[in-house]
T-cell receptor, first 110, second 114 residues
Framework: GQNIDQPTEMTATEGAIVQINCTYQTSGFNGLFWYQQHAGEAPTFLSYNVLDGLEEKGRFSSFLSRSKGYSYLLLKELQMKDSASYLCAVPMDSNYQLIWGAGTKLIIKP | DAGVTQSPTHLIKTRGQQVTLRCSPKSGHDTVSWYQQALGQGPQFIFQYYEEEERQRGNFPDRFSGHQFPNYSSELNVNALLLGDSALYLC?????????????FGPGTRLTVL
């Protein structure tokens, strides 16, 4: 079956770096998405990884290891506005629907 | 360029009633997916529409139905509402119904069933 695991909640300090992990089990693989969701709002697209390695996009980077079924989102120079939930999602093997993790709530403290 | 739009923003219904939610996809997109998101949970896939047909369906009962119009906009209908249907309903659009295609979300409709 399909399963995605993320930590429920993380706390970090403004200006610091935080890594949010995601592990997945899928029968096939068509890439992995990271989305950011502020409370009461819709998810917004952050990144899509389909090949192994690190992809950097400004303060946010995303890493994928297909052999380990593992990804992480790295947030640098944390700002208070980064307080949000971060969700990873993978498409089902031959289908079009996304399977989502429950999200990691990131709390930024001054 | 208009993004994904949804209406209404908020809705309050009572058990047993029926509701229709609406979604207009991002310009240039032809695929619409609907999700239900309970508080503190990730979105759960309801179904996806492409070329006016339901292409894929998640584990939701037949009370949940939908439609896609020739202009690619879509509706989600829920009949015989239950208290457990209270959630944020998200519409996402993409340019092609491929497994790796990025989906862009609308602001959602917050449905409360009393």
């Amino acid at each position: 079956g399909q399963n995605i695991d993320q930590p429920t909640e993380m706390t970090a300090t403004e200006g610091a770096i935080v890594q949010i992990n995601c592990t997945y089990q899928t029968s096939g693989f068509n890439g992995l998405f990271w989305y950011q969701q502020h409370a009461g709002e819709a998810p917004t697209f952050l990144s899509y990884n389909v090949l192994d390695g690190l992809e950097e996009k400004g303060r946010f980077s995303s890493f994928l290891s297909r052999s380990k079924g593992y990804s992480y989102l790295l947030l640098k120079e944390l700002q208070m506005k980064d307080s949000a939930s971060y969700l990873c999602a993978v498409p089902m093997d031959s289908n079009y629907q996304l399977i989502w993790g429950a999200g990691t709530k990131l709390i930024i403290k001054p | 360029d208009a993004g994904v739009t949804q209406s209404p923003t908020h809705l309050i219904k009572t058990r047993g009633q029926q509701v229709t939610l609406r979604c207009s996809p991002k310009s240039g997109h032809d695929t619409v997916s609907w999700y239900q998101q309970a508080l503190g949970q990730g979105p759960q896939f309801i179904f996806q529409y492409y070329e006016e047909e339901e292409r894929q369906r998640g584990n939701f009962p037949d009370r949940f139905s939908g439609h896609q119009f020739p202009n690619y906009s879509s509706e989600l209908n829920v009949n015989a509402l239950l208290l457990g249907d209270s959630a944020l309903y998200l519409c996402a659009s993409s340019s092609l119904a491929r497994a790796g295609d990025t989906q862009y979300f609308g602001p959602g409709t917050r449905l409360t069933v009393l």
